[in-house]
């Protein structure tokens, strides 16, 4: 044998066994797909297919090239012919695919490659990217395909699913075969991410940020073994990962035809749900409708009953990129759809308002703050209900559990006296899942109160601070808890936020409404966040627990002004406080309450000059003993560093300044994300929060009562 032969001969045995590891390597790396792969073999070891075109369909990154791999494999295994055409490289005219079909083949010159495929005993066609090529899609359906032999099976991926055309031909009907392709199921997603090499602790929140897509997992991957190398091994979040997000956008947003139909994508990804109405509000009617219809036909966009909503990750992605990429255009499409949900919250009532106010509080997942109260994975898990045969027991069962004996006999008396004004949460199953119990104040008698501390407090202090006028309604939210959470946030404070909201927009005489908590120090800033403040005077104890008592006088400001404050409030930002008067104003004498509420607030407000402006620790003599030097807005945020550098002096409070760094002062988009950037479980990043909180606020405090030498 010539030297050249030897080198041709061992160039070929090296591509072989370089072709053999390749191929070991990709059946490692695919997962899943089992009903799939099921169905394509199935077809192949008929005589005759069951169907002639295979079509799947499934949004970029899901994995639709990685399948048509396995099919290809699985086809020269079982001695099938395989031809693979990507349909991104050619032109969308027949010839043109002709043309590269042949090529693919192996057919010289203008040779019909139909007559090839049919002169071989099976075949496969596997055509991807078909998006690329939707204008074969008439002409592949009438010539192409029904010239290929009865044995023949073509098999179509690309990013919609087939056109109408195709199931109004009753012929195709059996030979048409539409496959969704999904995410990856948690357990195939697991062992991708084993297959990866990752370790058992970091694939959880692997799991819950990819949601198990395929090109994100892989992203992730990538992203861990960058973070290994720099001994950074804590969780991850999308807004802390533009590079993923990025690549994650270009993929879902792939052939979007315009800046326009990009906008309405961004705001399906905002919305709850999306409907022809919210669209025509942000772009007018026409062309609202031609874009509500477009979005349909999206391959990560699902129908509901009420409206269009996206896949969760295709929401977080885009949401998040036009959050970090244009935050001026992000907050003009938050209050274009916020403005749709305002007009629908004040216009309707029943079933469609509680939707209404489900969508409105969807529009708060950006703000911290909201979490405290709302459990945003559950929405929509329970829904409120009367009370039916049987409640009444699982109530006070319930109150007992949580509360105690001497709860579930008050409980039980309001059920005999007011029942009406409880709700019960109901979901799967026949068991109750929580409850609530409103109290009419206003309608009680001096038995009631004799029978209630708490209802005898509250009702002493709205006689004492405002009293309410005849016909005025005193209402007071007695009872609130989660079957499990209690009164952490959960799918029960969800459906009874919606029920509150309906209660403080529907009653025109509604004087005060009153909150109880068994922790209130854990609840005052959501109750800060949606203006109700401490009322110390009206806390009770039964059994010996104490109880705190939140309250608001809505004479003060109303229903559709409270929907406008909360506004400024849904992207993370304090309600606007009026313009600032020319004249400093008198020094202010805050309680020591009053001072630690004003010091979160100025802790929420510090990259935001204007509300620390009007704080009231603006005028505290803390502050004013710094403005001849200093305007007060910047007084006061010097003053908030110097207590968090005062905390970072003590090695101890480390974990408190991290905590107080990255809620605060570095923001992340979500206490949620603030804990999976520390790499704390939630609940330990609230401690560390709280305890950094109260640290900060004895230091200002200790600063207002005794000046800088205190």
């Not at 639709?64 to 991104?88: M, P």
């Not at 708060?364 to 945003?376: E, I, K, M, Q, Y």
């Not at 068991?431 to 609530?436: A, D, K, Q, V």
């Amino acid at each position: 044998m010539s030297p050249i032969a030897r080198q041709d001969s061992y160039e070929l045995a090296a591509a072989s066994t370089v072709a053999d590891r390749l191929k070991s390597a990709r059946r490692r790396r695919f997962v899943g797909r089992a009903a799939e792969l099921e169905l394509f073999l199935g077809a192949l070891a008929a005589s005759e297919p069951p169907f002639s075109v295979l079509w799947i369909y499934g949004p970029g990154g899901v994995g639709k090239s990685a399948l048509l791999g396995a099919f290809a494999e699985a086809a020269a295994d079982a001695g099938v012919g395989v031809v693979r055409v990507d349909l991104r490289a050619i032109e969308p005219s027949p010839p043109a695919f002709m043309a590269e079909l042949g090529r693919a083949v192996g057919l010289p010159g203008e040779a019909a490659p139909q007559e090839a495929l049919a002169r071989g005993e099976r075949a496969v066609l596997l055509l991807d990217t078909f998006e690329a090529a939707v204008g074969l899609e008439d002409w592949l359906r009438e010539e192409f395909v029904p010239a290929l032999p009865g044995c023949a099976l073509v098999v179509v991926a690309g990013r919609k699913g087939p056109g109408r055309a195709w199931r109004r031909d009753p012929g195709w009907g059996d030979l048409l075969r539409v496959v969704s392709l999904r995410n990856l199921g948690p357990d195939d997603a697991r062992a991708f991410l084993r297959g990866a090499g990752v370790a058992e602790e970091q694939q959880g929140w692997m799991l819950e940020l990819s949601r198990g897509h395929p090109l994100a997992l892989s992203l992730l991957v990538d992203v861990l073994s960058q973070r290994l190398a720099e001994a950074d091994v804590g969780p991850l979040d999308l807004g802390a990962a533009p590079d993923v997000v990025g690549r994650l956008v270009e993929s879902f947003l792939a052939g979007v035809p315009s800046p326009r139909h990009r906008l309405a994508l961004e705001c399906v990804a905002h919305a709850r749900l999306t409907t022809a109405g919210l669209l025509g509000t942000v772009f007018g009617d026409r062309e609202g409708g031609a874009l509500f219809s477009w979005l349909g036909g999206l391959s990560f966009m699902e129908y509901g009953p009420y409206g269009l909503f996206p896949h969760d990750l295709v929401r977080e992605v885009v949401d998040a990129d036009l959050r970090w990429r244009d935050p001026a255009a992000y907050r003009e499409m938050h209050v274009r759809v916020r403005r749709h949900v305002g007009k629908r919250i004040l216009g309707s009532e029943g079933r469609e308002h509680e939707r209404a106010v489900a969508d409105l509080m969807f529009l708060h997942r950006a703000n911290p703050a909201a979490s405290a109260l709302w459990d945003w994975k559950s929405l929509g898990e329970v829904y409120a209900d009367g009370l039916r045969g049987g409640d009444a027991e699982a109530i006070v069962t319930m109150v007992d559990r949580h509360e105690g004996a001497d709860s579930a006999a008050i409980a039980n008396h309001w059920l005999g006296r007011q029942p009406a004004g409880f709700c019960v949460f109901r979901g799967r199953g026949p068991e109750l899942l929580g409850f609530s119990a409103q109290i009419a104040l206003h309608e009680a008698g001096e038995d009631d109160f004799a029978r209630d501390p708490g209802a005898r407090a509250v009702w002493a202090h709205a006689q004492h601070h405002a009293p309410p006028r005849p016909g005025d309604e005193v209402l007071l939210a007695r009872f609130m808890m989660d079957r499990d959470a209690y009164q952490a946030p959960s799918r029960s404070f969800n459906v009874q936020t919606i029920r509150s909201t309906q209660e403080w927009l529907g009653r025109p005489r509604l004087s005060w409404y009153y909150i109880v908590f068994a922790d209130p120090k854990a609840m005052a800033p959501p109750m800060d966040y949606i203006y109700f403040h401490r009322a110390p005077e009206a806390d009770f104890e039964v059994g010996g627990r104490g109880y705190g008592v939140f309250a608001r006088d809505w004479r003060r400001f109303g229903g559709a002004e409270w929907l406008e404050r909360m506004a400024e409030r849904e992207l993370g930002d304090e309600a606007r406080a009026p313009t600032p008067e020319r004249e400093p104003g008198p020094l202010l004498a805050l309680s020591q309450p009053e001072f630690a509420s004003a010091v979160r607030r100025a802790l929420r407000d510090v990259h935001r000059p204007d509300a620390l402006a009007t704080n009231p620790l603006a005028r505290t003599r803390m502050v004013r003993t710094r403005v001849a030097e200093l305007p007060a807005r910047d007084a006061l945020r010097e003053l908030l560093h110097e207590a968090i550098d005062a905390l970072r002096a003590d090695l101890r409070a480390e974990k408190l300044v991290r905590a107080l760094e990255c809620t605060y002062l570095r923001p992340a988009p979500t206490q949620e994300a603030a804990a999976e950037l520390l790499g704390l479980p939630f609940s330990t990043y609230r401690g560390h929060l709280t305890r950094g909180l109260e640290r900060v606020v004895d230091w200002l405090w200790q600063r207002e009562l005794h000046g800088a030498g205190g």
